[in-house]
């Protein structure tokens, strides 16, 4: 009996229409299988190394996310090539960066602390918001999220370090309570703006 070899997946509209209704461990199971091809994708193609591929390949999941909520993908069965894409961007935009960084005489003395950088890119009313909205998670989802807040670049493995967990499960989790607090945030924007 011949055995029957499994075909990479290559249509993730399923994950399109699992975040759109909402069917959240459905949706995480497809991520689990496609960071990872994202990930490999940077490394291989573009060159970048592990650390990078994570962040780019987050990031950019990140902003086809607000696209999918949004429902601004029109055909869900090209998502996967949607998502190259937006990896491939993001990794240029980062590789450009780093040099604006590194060519910069200057930017070492003029690089603000992270801390810094928030305190002026924030106003006091977001900053109240999303305080208020980190309350509401329970304990151990306050101190995953503070993690990344306070360590802003902080990579997937670093994280997977303090908590004890797999890559996989730090970007899922990473995902999940992003998107919660995004949404909180949003509706108290809302009714803030009702007023």
Known sequence: ???????????YSELVISLLNGEQRRAEKLMEELIPKLEEYLRVV??????AAEECAQQAFMNVYEHIMANKIKVPKYILSYLLRACKNEYIRYQNNEKRYLNSEDTFHQMAEPAQQIESLVDEERKALLKECLSELDPESREFISFFLKNPDASTKDASKHFNLTGGNVRTKKSRLTKQLHKAYKQKSKKLNDV
């Not at 009996?1 to 249509?11: G, I, N, V």
């Open 1 to 11: 009996m011949r055995q029957q070899t499994l075909k990479p997946r290559l249509d």
């Open 46 to 51: 573009m060159g970048a190394n592990k650390q």
